[in-house]
């Protein structure tokens, strides 16, 4: 649902729109963060590569792992990059594809329901302090239009998907996160 009217665009993001993205089901509230982290190609920061994998334009012949994933169909609300820019490829009232087969407190499909956040990074690689900031703000910004978000509903990919997925991964500090969040720092 979409709050207020609002477009559901962050001003302070870079828009690069993804055709991969739908209209929630009909009265479904949003009341999940999911934190993701990627890089591509694997453990390889920076390149327009994470854009064209969102826009469907990821060149199959530009690297070996290309070539395995470049025929998905995913996207995700948000990218924070390694040095803290913000890119959005789907308005956050809309369905972005980010979760896949997925279940959170027994609920199943948490596209359906979840704001998914990308980090540019890799499981075992820690993130840096600047995307910790910017993820905190962006979760303040996006409680502020939806307040079912609240902290206790921030989850990781690994969570929702455990037997399929491991990121954000062990070097993701939920309590670097949580520490930001409770003193409003972002």
């Known amino acids: 649902m979409n709050p207020a009217g609002w477009s ?15 209209e929630r089901p009909e009265s479904c509230a949003v009341d999940l963060l999911v934190i993701h982290g990627i890089s591509l190609p694997p453990d390889q920061y920076g390149g327009p590569w994470i854009d064209r994998l969102f826009l469907n334009q990821l060149p199959p012949d530009e690297h070996p ?5 470049h025929q998905m169909r995913v996207s995700s609300h948000l990218l924070i990059r390694r040095d803290g820019e913000r890119v959005q490829y789907v308005p ?3 369905r972005a594809w980010h979760a896949g087969q997925s279940c959170f407190a ?16 890799s499981d075992d690689t820690p993130y840096t302090d600047e995307q910790y900031r910017v993820l905190a703000e962006t979760i303040r ?3 502020q239009h939806y307040p079912a978000i609240n902290d206790t509903r921030i989850t ?20 670097y996160l ?8 972002g």
């Not at 792992?65 to 994933?69: D, L, V």
């Not at 027994?106 to 990074?121: A, P, T, W």
């Not at 990781?156 to 309590?175: E, L």
């Not at 520490?179 to 720092?185: D, F, M, N, P, R």
């Open 8 to 22: 559901g665009w962050l001003e302070s993001a870079r828009r690069c729109p993804s055709p991969n993205q739908d």
């Open 65 to 69: 792992y290309f070539a395995q994933i």
């Open 178 to 185: 949580k520490q930001l969040l409770v003193k409003g720092e």
């Open 92 to 94: 956050l009232h809309r």
């Open 106 to 121: 027994g609920r199943e499909r948490c596209n359906d329901f979840s704001i998914g956040i990308e980090l540019e990074g």
């Open 141 to 143: 910004e996006i409680q």
């Open 156 to 175: 990781g990919h690994c969570d929702i998907a455990p037997s399929r997925k491991t990121d954000p991964g062990p070097a993701f500090d939920w309590q």
